[in-house]
């Protein structure tokens, strides 16, 4: 009974398409995260949200799309994907927004082509 | 310059030796997290501190907020504790943005 999942664990696409990631918390946690950790295992995070609302919305790029259907999901769509978007994504879940204990998932490594 | 630096980013260990790593930050906070990263790649939450210090089993964090410091202390290494290890703060009125150091890849050698 994983805690975070994410689906898929790899994926490797080419240059320009469009791939989604997906995330699902079963703690009952009203917060969820998407973080990227790049080639130097440096880690940042992309967006929040709290009760399905956008809380945090970094510096991405607007190929970027985070979809909150309910609490317990948040997945992360990808257009026009780019050499550069290659890392591990992370998704994490907290209770509340107010910065708690986060539980994360195994992650999602993306391989652009 | 990145506000949370940790020090050092590489350290090779002897089974059974104490392991101190550092992370200083140069923001405000309300609260401070240590995560271990395994070689797999997965992330766990080992710590969260606004002040003092806490132990759990061979891991013990501190945390001086005056001094902006913290340290994740491990006592009697072990080959099992070979991971990367993070900081990250949350600064006030960020919400639970964690903003992190670029971690200390740890490797204990038996």
């Given at each position: 009974d994983t805690a975070v999942s994410q689906t898929p664990k790899y994926l490797v696409t080419q240059m320009g398409n469009d791939k989604s990631i997906k995330c699902e918390q079963?703690?009952?946690?009203d917060t969820m995260y998407w973080y990227k950790q790049d080639s130097k295992k440096f880690l940042k995070i992309m967006f929040s949200y709290n009760n399905k609302e956008l809380i945090i919305n970094e510096?991405?790029?607007?190929r970027f799309s985070p979809k909150s259907p309910d609490k317990a999901h948040l997945n992360l769509h990808i257009n026009?994907?780019?050499?550069?978007?290659s890392a591990v994504y992370f998704c994490a879940s907290s209770q509340g927004p107010a910065g708690r204990w986060q539980y994360f998932g195994p992650g999602t490594r993306l391989t652009v082509t | 310059k990145n506000e949370v630096e940790q020090s050092p980013q590489n350290l090779t260990a002897q089974e059974g030796e104490f392991i101190t790593i550092n992370c200083s930050y140069s923001v405000g906070i309300s609260a401070l997290h240590w995560l271990q990263q395994h070689p797999g790649g997965g992330i766990v939450s080992l710590f969260m501190l606004s002040s003092g210090k806490k132990k759990h089993g061979r891991l013990i964090a501190t945390i001086n907020i005056q001094e902006k410091h913290s340290s994740l202390h491990i006592t009697a290494?072990?080959?099992?504790?070979?991971a990367v290890y993070i900081c990250a703060v949350i600064k006030p009125a960020s919400g639970s943005r964690l903003t992190f150091g670029e971690g200390t890849q740890l490797t204990v050698n038996p």
């Open positions: 079963n703690l009952g946690h510096t991405v790029p607007n026009s994907l780019e050499l550069g978007d | 290494s072990h080959p099992r504790d070979s």
